[in-house]
């Protein structure tokens, strides 16, 4: 029996099986064809996701029944699922009681030809030994990325459908967090579908978008969406027509019959139809579809959807930061952060084709005030970084070099002293050394670290970065000072958070001057070292918004190195200030360049003795 006709005939308020919406009749029949493999869900809340399920596991019982999985959360909502949604199928809808055959457990039942499962996805366990022909995974975005170091909960699920020739697997959740949201992710990889429906005035079919609802926060009763046609107001009564016409449209491009096409052409489930065959053109590689639906609240008749509901809670979230994020989730039903624009990293290719011609090896940048090194501390060497600072926070990137060995060997420690003591020479010809650096010793080797540090103190600044909700929104760049009981070395606590957001906003500074970072076009800034410069993003919203690394991305230290720079030249700031191309920072013998009366005579000297850095 078909699945829309079965729904109607077995309607049931108390089995929790109804008679779909009109826009959820095209997820049943997206379910039902046999060309659709994969259906993915993302939504707003109460939209009725959770009935969605029961009708098609009751459907598939009654009419081709087969293994079934349904992967919830955590053990408690598999749980909570069990008895308050699925339960009332197998207890009170009868044709899915009369099936019930052998294993009755909360979360196991039997029936005639198959299985049914309710698991959960903290669980690897949950994924083995097991053949499934249905899946259904539900609240995706809120599933770890790895569980018990086995892989992400969503690919070990359908993995047990792969010996299944006509699968059906069902995705869908509510989106959370901007970046990481796997919910977002998964319909992207689909063909992409939404809701249109024709307006009241000029029948022009479109989607109903936030940016399109209008109100005043003086009366939230008069909401209403624009039409972006003809620009007449489309007001809640207007709702429940034009949904009933609506029609669901799959948006992404496609390619059939040798043709890249934009979609012109769809059939009753949204699927895009090719315009040269008439055939669904948008296909995976075993010749399937994978259906994606993105539905919010807008288009619900809940009493409290309404549009004017809608404004109120808009405007409420607009004016409190901390509820905009479960607005756009619940309501909106999209991937939501408030991390700010200026904080997302360029892509590594721009700031690769941003190089400029200079050598700084050879010479300096006339502007340089001073030259400041950063170190990063790995297990086998060490990373580091010249940079030359200028007036108003100008910075140009100088050299980034390794320096290989176990860190706490001697004989490493040397050779790292030895390419700090490098002399670089200025557009004058005067040579200038590293003012200062900054070296994190957190992590690998600790006290050894503090132990190299404690002789070049005034030089070389131990720090260690700390990432901590409850001090990462300060504005101090610096949270502590502390002294080594044992080491007698200083070390500082960074405030990694905030100096990231800074270092963001340096790199996306595309106007060259106040802030600016420059980049030589050389062999050592090539395309793996911007990789790893733009390593990290910032992921989350609200108090749980942080950097982390992006996927499959390694290694970062051009990007910490950057960090570090950013603290040393804010904790020196007077001093840099203070300086003048006349008067920079780290000269070798500040009086070698100075002028003297020609009626003296000097005998010429052309050696430079090294400065004591432990002065400065």
């Known amino acids: 029996m078909p699945i829309l006709q079965w729904a109607a005939n077995n309607e049931n308020a108390t089995a929790q099986v109804y008679p779909p919406k009109s826009f959820q009749r095209a997820w049943l029949l997206a379910y039902e064809s046999p060309l659709i493999e994969k259906i993915v869900l993302s939504k707003s809340a109460r939209v009725g996701y959770a009935i969605f399920i029961n009708t098609a596991v009751a459907w598939l019982i009654t009419n081709d029944p087969g293994n079934i999985m349904i992967v919830q959360n955590t053990e408690g909502d598999a749980n909570k699922f069990s008895t308050r949604e699925l339960g009332k199928v197998f207890t009170y809808c009868a044709p899915v009681r009369d099936r019930l055959f052998g294993r009755n457990t909360v979360n196991d039942k039997s029936f005639f030809g198959g299985d049914l499962s ?96 209008r109100y005043s926060p003086k009366n939230y009763k008069d909401a209403h969406f624009v039409c972006i046609h003809c620009s007449g107001k489309i007001e809640e009564h207007h709702k429940f027509n034009m949904v009933e016409a609506g029609e669901w449209r799959a948006t992404r491009e496609f390619e059939c019959c040798g043709v890249h096409q934009t979609p012109e052409q769809w059939d009753e489930t949204g699927s895009a139809l090719c315009c040269q065959c008439g055939e669904s053109g948008d296909t995976n590689e075993r010749g399937k579809i994978d259906a994606g639906f993105h ?54 290719e721009e700031l690769y084709q941003r190089r400029e011609y200079y050598s700084p090896m050879e010479q300096l940048p006339e502007q340089t005030r001073c030259v400041l090194a950063t170190i990063d501390t790995q297990k086998n060497r060490f990373d580091y970084h010249f940079w030359a600072v200028g007036e108003r926070g100008e910075i140009w990137a100088v050299h980034y070099g390794k320096v290989h060995g176990d860190p706490e060997d001697e004989s490493t420690q040397k050779n790292l002293i030895h390419e700090l003591e490098t002399e670089l020479t200025l557009s004058d010809g005067r040579a200038i050394g590293v003012f200062a650096a900054a070296m994190d010793c957190n992590g690998h ?22 990432v901590n909700a409850k001090t990462k929104f300060k504005p101090e760049f610096t949270l502590g000072f502390k002294v080594h009981p044992e080491v007698k070395c200083e070390y500082r606590s960074l405030n990694v958070h905030q100096l990231k957001n800074r270092a963001a906003e340096r790199l996306n500074n595309e106007m060259p001057g106040k802030n600016y970072v420059h980049f030589p076009v050389s062999d050592v800034f090539d395309l793996i070292y911007f990789q790893m410069l733009t390593a990290e993003e910032l992921k989350g919203s609200g108090s749980n918004v942080k950097w982390d690394k992006k996927p499959d991305q390694k290694r970062n230290e051009p990007w910490d190195l950057l960090v570090y720079l950013l603290w040393l030249y804010d904790f020196l700031r007077p001093e840099i200030q203070s300086a003048t191309p006349q008067e920079p920072l780290g000269l070798i013998d500040p009086n070698a360049h100075k002028l003297v009366d020609e009626s003296i005579q000097t005998e010429y000297v052309d050696d430079y003795e090294m400065s004591d850095y432990g002065d400065y």
């Open 118 to 213: 309710v698991v959960w996805a903290t669980s690897a366990s949950s994924f083995r030994m097991v053949t499934i022909k249905y899946l259904f995974m539900d609240e995706v975005s809120g599933y770890q990325d790895n569980i018990d170091k086995e892989g992400d909960p969503i690919d070990l699920g359908i993995t047990r459908t792969e010996s299944e020739g006509q699968r059906k697997i069902v995705l869908g959740s509510t989106p959370k967090e901007a970046g990481t949201c796997k919910v977002t992710l998964e319909f992207l990889k689909t063909d992409q579908r939404y809701l249109y429906v024709p307006c009241p005035h000029c029948d022009v079919k479109q989607r109903l978008k936030l940016e399109n609802l």
């Open 295 to 348: 539905i919010w609240s807008a288009y619900n008749d809940n009493p409290n959807t309404s549009l004017p509901s809608i404004a109120a809670e808009y405007d409420k979230a607009k004016k409190d930061p901390r509820k905009m994020q479960t607005f756009m989730n619940t309501k909106v039903g999209v991937e939501y952060s408030d991390a700010l624009q200026a904080h997302k990293l360029n892509n590594f």
């Open 445 to 466: 080797a600790w006290k050894a670290m503090l132990e190299f540090c404690a002789p070049y103190q005034g030089w070389i600044f131990a720090i260690r970065g700390e």
